[in-house]
T-cell receptor
Framework: DGGITQSPKYLFRKEGQNVTLSCEQN?????MYWYRQDPGQGLRLIYY???????QKGDIAEGYSVSREKKESFPLTVTSAQKNPTAFYLC?????????????FGEGSRLTVL | AQRVTQPEKLLSVFKGAPVELKCNYS??????LFWYVQYSRQRLQLLLR??SRESIKGFTADLNKGETSFHLKKPFAQEEDSAMYYC???????????FGTGTQLKVEL
């Protein structure tokens, strides 16, 4: 079954702990993205990567980190520096550049910090 | 700075009534706009893009550069249209999408 796989679906962490969200794709897409979805705020871009070993900050990168060591994988680490980490996180990919505007999304990961 | 505005958080219409979901944008470059939809318990997915000038599931959207708008319209709402709709603008030199805050469409019987 092709697509974007995010894990875990639900995650609970104590304040001050780092947590890593997994995102894997088997679509052979070059570009991958992480968005944060909050009620009333829509989707906000955290980080994106257009090719392996390269990534750029999005609009709300503070308190987050990413890596892109493999084309298929783009994990997101929510660090203790993120002031309000409880949110729904969405990973997405696109073929290469966004000329077609089409992103393929995962099912999301809901992080709750206690 | 680029911005996408969807002024309505919730839009409730009766089945068979016309639907218009509003989207306004601000962008200094040549805009490329899209509508994404998220049905209940499904992934967010592309609905349509302005450059294709297509009609998907009866929905259309026309880019109005004078009014900087890209409203989504459907003449007769169906129950299965109930979903969350996001307007998105291609930015960052064509490398990222900036989304609006979304509008929840509820079609009532």
């Amino acid at each position: 079954d092709g697509g974007i796989t995010q894990s875990p679906k639900y995650l609970f962490r104590k304040e001050g702990q780092n947590v890593t969200l997994s995102c894997e794709q088997n679509l052979n897409h070059d570009a991958m993205y992480w968005y944060r979805q909050d009620p009333g705020q829509g989707l906000r871009l955290i980080y994106y990567s257009q090719i392996v070993n390269d990534f750029q900050k999005g609009d709300i990168a503070e308190g987050y980190s990413v890596s892109r060591e493999k084309k298929e994988s783009f994990p997101l680490t929510v660090t203790s520096a993120q002031k309000n980490p409880t949110a729904f996180y969405l990973c997405a990919s696109s073929i290469n550049s966004l000329n077609t505007g089409e992103l393929f999304f995962g099912e999301g990961s809901r992080l709750t910090v206690l | 700075a680029q911005r996408v505005t969807q002024p309505e958080k919730l839009l409730s219409v009766f089945k068979g009534a016309p639907v218009e979901l509003k989207c306004n944008y601000s962008y200094s470059g040549s805009p490329e706009l899209f509508w994404y939809v998220q049905y209940s318990r499904q992934r967010l997915q592309l609905l349509l893009r302005h450059i294709s000038r297509e009609s998907i599931k009866g929905f259309t959207a026309d880019l109005n550069k004078g009014e900087t708008s890209f409203h989504l319209k459907k003449p007769f709402a169906q129950e299965e249209d109930s979903a969350m709709y996001y307007c998105a603008l291609l930015t960052g030199g064509g490398n990222k999408l900036t989304f609006g805050t979304g509008t929840q469409l509820k079609v009532e019987l």
